[in-house]
C-alpha cells in the first residue's frame, strides 16, 4: 500500500488527510499472488470508524507513555480524545482506476507540489496579497481572497510537514526492506495465473476435443447490480490546471 500525506486545501486552511492505494490483490507466503474477486473492498463506514478507533487508540497510548507533553491536564486530554471519538471521520474510498498512469498522475499533483503556485499570487502592494482560489461550495468558482502578508505566511507554513513526518510512505510488499525481493516475485506469480493451461473439458459427440478459444474481455462487472457490464469507451484528459 502507497500513502500520501495531504495538508493543504485552496484556501491554504490545514485540511490534513491522507491518500491510499491499496493493491486489489494478496501476495501468499506460498509465492502465490490471488487477486481480487471484484472492485468492492470493505464498507466504507466500517473503515471510516476502524481508522478513527486505531487512531485514538494511538494517542491514549502515546498519553500512557508519556509522549503527549504539550497536554497536561489528565482530563482535559480524556475530554479531547472523547470528542474525537464522538466524531464522524470521513474516509471516501472509490473503485481501481482502469489506467495505472491516471493514479500516477493523480497523486503526483499532491506529493510533488507546494501548497500555492505563483500563477495563483495576483497582486501585492506592499502589505496585503491578492489571491485566487477554487470556491467548491460555489459550483467551483474562481474567486479572489485578500490577506495580508504575515497572514499569507502563516497559513502557508502550516503546509510544513512537521520534522519526522514523510509526505509519502510505503508499506506491505512495497516496503523499502522488501521490495526489490518481492515485487519481482509478485511479478513472476501474476505472469503464472495469467498464463495458466485452459482446461480441457470431457469431449462431446461431433466436437474435436480441443479446448474453446477465450471470450474477449466484456468490461467490468457493475458493482450495484453486478449483472451489467462497465467498459472503457474513451479516456477523458484532465482539465488543465494553474494550480488551484
Known amino acids: 500500500m502507497t500513502a500520501v500525506l495531504h495538508t493543504w486545501?485552496?484556501?491554504?486552511?490545514?485540511?490534513?488527510?491522507?491518500h491510499c492505494l491499496v493493491p486489489g490483490g494478496a501476495f501468499s507466503a506460498t509465492g502465490q499472488w490471488h487477486?481480487?474477486?471484484?472492485?468492492?473492498?470493505?464498507p466504507v463506514?466500517?473503515?471510516?470508524?476502524?481508522?478513527?478507533?486505531?487512531?485514538?487508540s494511538r494517542l491514549r497510548q502515546a498519553v500512557a507513555a508519556g509522549e503527549m507533553c504539550r497536554l497536561a491536564d489528565p482530563r482535559e486530554i480524556d475530554r479531547m480524545l472523547d470528542t474525537l471519538m464522538g466524531t464522524e471521520w470521513v474516509v471516501y474510498s472509490k473503485p481501481c482506476l482502469a489506467r495505472g498512469d491516471t493514479v500516477v498522475d493523480y497523486l503526483g499533483r499532491y506529493s510533488h507540489r507546494t501548497a500555492l503556485s505563483d500563477s495563483r499570487l495576483l497582486s501585492f502592494d506592499?502589505?496585503?496579497v491578492e489571491l485566487s482560489y477554487k470556491d467548491y461550495r460555489d459550483g467551483d468558482q474562481r474567486k479572489v481572497m485578500t490577506l495580508s502578508?504575515?497572514?499569507?505566511?502563516r497559513r502557508f507554513l502550516l503546509h510544513v510537514l512537521p520534522k519526522g513526518f514523510m509526505r509519502v510512505r510505503h508499506f506491505g510488499f512495497l516496503a523499502n526492506r522488501c521490495r526489490a525481493q518481492r515485487l519481482p516475485a509478485i511479478r513472476a506469480a501474476i505472469g503464472a495465473v495469467q498464463a495458466r493451461p485452459v482446461a480441457i473439458m470431457p469431449t462431446?459427440?461431433?466436437t474435436t476435443g480441443h479446448p474453446q478459444p477465450s471470450?474477449?474481455?466484456?468490461?467490468?462487472?457493475?458493482?450495484?447490480?453486478r449483472g451489467g457490464r462497465l467498459?472503457?469507451?474513451?479516456?477523458?484528459?484532465?482539465k488543465g490546471r494553474d494550480g488551484g
Open 204 to 206: 462431446e459427440p461431433g
Open 9 to 18: 486545501g485552496q484556501t491554504l486552511t490545514r485540511h490534513v488527510h491522507l
Open 45 to 56: 463506514r466500517a473503515l471510516s470508524r476502524h481508522v478513527r478507533g486505531g487512531f485514538v
Open 149 to 153: 502578508g504575515e497572514e499569507l505566511l
Open 126 to 128: 506592499g502589505e496585503s
Open 35 to 42: 487477486p481480487a474477486k471484484s472492485t468492492y473492498l470493505f
Open 231 to 238: 467498459r472503457v469507451r474513451t479516456a477523458l484528459a484532465p
Open 215 to 225: 471470450k474477449p474481455f466484456d468490461g467490468f462487472p457493475c458493482p450495484s447490480c
